[in-house]
């Protein structure tokens, strides 16, 4: 994982990757406690429509990104 100068993105894998705790996302979506904002991840995770990773090395922190071939066959059905 690097982070692009041009953009200041965590990138790898051809992906952009965010990271935020379960608290930081519920400051995104207000409308939901964070045992639901955790539920709704691993389901998505493994729906294989949310990616995540966790760098080596001491590094707890974990990246998300979206597989969008993965959610639009999802939203095709």
Known sequence: MYISKR?????YD?????YNTYS??????PWMSVPT??????ELERQGIVL????HGGDRTKY??????????EIER
Request: proline share 3%.
């Open 64 to 73: 998300y990104t979206i597989d969008y071939q993965m959610l639009d066959s």
């Open 24 to 29: 930081e996302w519920v400051e995104q979506i």
């Open 14 to 18: 051809g992906r952009v990757w965010v």
């Open 7 to 11: 953009d200041n993105r965590h990138c």
């Open 52 to 55: 995540s990773r966790q760098p």
């Open 37 to 42: 904002v955790k539920k709704h991840f691993i």
